[in-house]
């Protein structure tokens, strides 16, 4: 089982960055998909984007695409979200999900291990 653990959150003015981290261990991060989701405050929690292999193909929620950044550096077991231009309704705890590669379906977008979470909060 891989351990996950995000940081990187915070408060940060619309139209601003914040860069989330997640720091896998336990297990070689080459060898999972990679995703972040979100749960906003009485919403259930979303999907926000994927990437199941470094170099490979990635995956964006609607709302997120052309602002949102995964990657992932797995010599440092590491896989980022950046966000940029951000707005008060990307509030919300961002999770960063893992899913061995054999299993992984980008239609289902189901992940099995998943980190403690990190409050993002976009002020207006």
């Known amino acids: 089982q891989v351990q996950l653990v995000e940081s990187g959150g915070g408060l940060v003015q619309a139209g601003g960055s914040l860069r989330l981290s997640c720091a896998a261990s336990?297990?070689?991060?080459?060898?999972?998909?990679m995703g972040w989701f979100r749960q906003a405050p009485g919403k259930e929690r979303e999907f926000v984007a994927a990437?199941?292999?470094?170099?490979?193909?990635?995956y964006y929620a609607d709302s997120v695409k052309g602002r949102f950044t995964i990657s992932r550096d797995n010599a440092k077991n590491t896989v980022y979200l950046q966000m940029n231009s951000l707005k008060p309704e990307d509030t919300a705890v961002y999770y960063c999900?893992?899913?061995?590669?054999?299993?992984?379906?980008?239609?289902?977008?189901?992940?099995?291990?998943w980190g403690q979470g990190t409050q993002v909060t976009v002020s207006s």
């Open positions: 999900a893992a899913e061995p590669r054999i299993q992984f379906n980008s239609v289902t977008m189901k992940f099995g291990s």
């Open positions: 336990g297990r070689t991060l080459s060898t999972y998909a």
């Open positions: 990437m199941p292999w470094s170099g490979g193909s990635s």
